[in-house]
């Protein structure tokens, strides 16, 4: 079946740095990747996307890589702010009999020192 | 737009006892909704999909006669968490997806939070 999973489940950045958080899936059918955000006690905030036949995306001082060779996602943030403190979560949606169904990683606490 | 919310936002009930959430979709229809529980410093499960008009489809090992799901309108989807147990406790968070719009998007709820005494 679906696994996510994440390498680092923390990290602690001063204000100011670039982030990287990182995601590791195993569906090679996987076609479609989110990042979200979420805060404490809220629901998860989309934060960008990217689909199967892209390798990268830019947003809004973020940037998701996907690397489908080695199953790998990545979500970098620039010039982290304190108001970027929470959990990251990349989420994957299946292929075949899963297509469409979400499974979410581990999730990746960020906390940014200002 | 694309908004969804949950109802209520955070319920404590005894041992025993039923609960209902809503989950409902304020400015779209939502031809989906996803009922997803998410445990403390976990990540978020997914419990079952609900189409509207039809019966749930439940992940595996999730009891369907504890966890009943009705989408009976495309605004509006409801979890009820039978004779609940303290090990229900949990953060159930709900997503809908946006009738006429890509399939990709899901939009989330607020959440609610479960405390079973």
């Not at chain 1, 958080?21 to 996987?30: L, R």
């Not at chain 1, 996307?49 to 690397?67: A, E, P, Y």
């Not at chain 2, 039923?18 to 997803?36: G, H, N, P």
């Amino acid at each position: 079946g679906e696994s996510v999973g994440l390498h680092l489940p923390t990290l602690s950045v001063q204000e100011g740095d670039n982030s990287i958080i990182n995601c590791a899936y195993s569906n090679s059918a996987s076609d479609y990747f989110i990042w979200y955000k979420q805060e404490s006690g809220k629901g998860p905030q989309f934060i960008i996307d990217i689909r199967s036949n892209m390798d990268k995306r830019q947003g809004q001082r973020v940037t998701v890589l996907l690397n489908k060779t080695v199953k790998h996602l990545s979500l970098q943030i620039a010039a982290t702010q304190p108001g970027d403190s929470a959990v990251y979560f990349c989420a994957v949606r299946g292929g075949g009999t899963s297509y469409g169904k979400l499974t979410f990683g581990q999730g990746t606490i960020l906390t940014v020192h200002p | 737009g694309a908004v969804v919310s949950q109802h209520p936002s955070w319920v404590i009930c005894k041992s025993g006892t039923s609960v209902k959430i809503e989950c409902r979709s304020l400015d779209f229809q939502a031809t989906t909704m996803f009922w997803y529980r998410q445990f403390p410093k976990q990540s978020l499960m997914l419990m079952a999909t609900s189409n509207e008009g039809s019966k749930a489809t439940y992940e595996q090992g999730v009891e369907k006669d504890k966890f009943l799901i009705n989408h009976a309108s495309l605004t509006l989807s409801t979890l009820t968490v039978t004779s609940a147990h303290p090990e229900d406790s949990s953060f159930y968070i709900c997503s809908a997806r946006r009738r006429g719009h890509s399939t990709d998007t899901q939009y989330f709820g607020p959440g609610t939070r479960l405390t079973v005494l």
